[in-house]
């Protein structure tokens, strides 16, 4: 969405105007213009939505959600969210999967997670 700072209008398409500067061929200078008082002062409004449920909002909405059942529910599926972040480095399965990852990086590997803890490779780590 546009909007003209002289007219203050709101539009979804400007009017396109090309200046030739005296030219016969291509490239002409592209010049948008607002479609009411055809000034060349516009500015590009960028869409914004709603953090938790993706709905649109409103351009005049300076928040990051749509309503406040939105921030409440928002807000604790993001603190959800942060736990689970949290669990992911101190769980002792994901320090495994990392382990093997990071061990096939430095060998040029591509060993699996049971071949890996299944030969000499997992059992390094180990001690």
Do not use: Q, W
Not at 53 to 65: E, P, T
Not at 93 to 110: D, M, P, S, W
């Amino acid at each position: 969405m546009y909007y003209c700072t002289d007219c203050k209008k709101k539009f979804f398409d400007p009017k396109i105007y090309f200046e030739r500067h005296g030219l016969t061929t291509p490239p002409y200078e592209k010049i948008m213009l607002c479609p009411y008082c055809e000034s060349e002062d516009i500015a590009y409004i960028e869409a914004r939505h709603c953090k938790c449920c993706g709905a649109r909002l409103a351009y005049d909405n300076k928040g990051d959600y749509c309503n406040k059942a939105c921030e409440t529910r928002g807000k604790r599926l993001f603190e959800l969210e942060a736990k689970r972040r949290k669990l992911r480095l101190v769980s002792p399965l994901y320090a495994a999967v990392r382990a093997v990852e990071e061990y096939n990086k430095e060998h040029g590997t591509n060993l699996s997670y049971g071949t890996y803890y299944g030969t000499r490779a997992g059992n390094k780590n180990e001690s």
